[in-house]
Nanobody, 116 residues
Framework: VPLQAYGGGFVQAGGSLRLSCAAS????????MGWYLQAPGKERELVAH????????YADSVKGRFTISRDNVHRSTIYLQMNSLKPEDTGRYFC??????????WGQGTQVTVSS
């Protein structure tokens, strides 16, 4: 099931961006969807995820600045509202979906660049 991520771009420190991720194809039961950041020269790390029940988890570095949410109609679409962006938020953001049968899909990623 392809995952399409949108919304990356170039922004100055203190600015905001909103990322979107939508799963296309067959409708199936989603367990967890989330966002991961791969900064230059670093491994991919969790930014935030949201469960089917609406429970959210955030990396300490983004708490209070980022908000993950899910579309009320299209349950396999999620958003990441990023406020007060910092240069260290720069990198490629990947969307991940885990189904109720524990299958995992990754999106192609969207680039976010924050200038100081």
């Amino acid at each position: 099931v392809p995952l399409q991520a949108y919304g990356g771009g170039f922004v100055q420190a203190g600015g905001s961006l909103r990322l979107s991720c939508a799963a296309s194809g067959s409708i199936f039961s989603v367990n967890v969807m989330g966002w991961y950041l791969q900064a230059p020269g670093k491994e991919r790390e969790l930014v935030a995820h949201i469960t089917s029940g609406g429970r959210t988890v955030y990396a300490d570095s983004v708490k209070g600045r980022f908000t993950i949410s899910r579309d009320n109609v299209h349950r396999s679409t999620i958003y990441l509202q990023m406020n007060s962006l910092k240069p260290e938020d720069t990198g490629r953001y990947f969307c991940k979906l885990i189904s109720s049968t524990s299958r995992t899909w990754w999106g192609q990623g969207t680039q976010v660049t924050v200038s100081s």
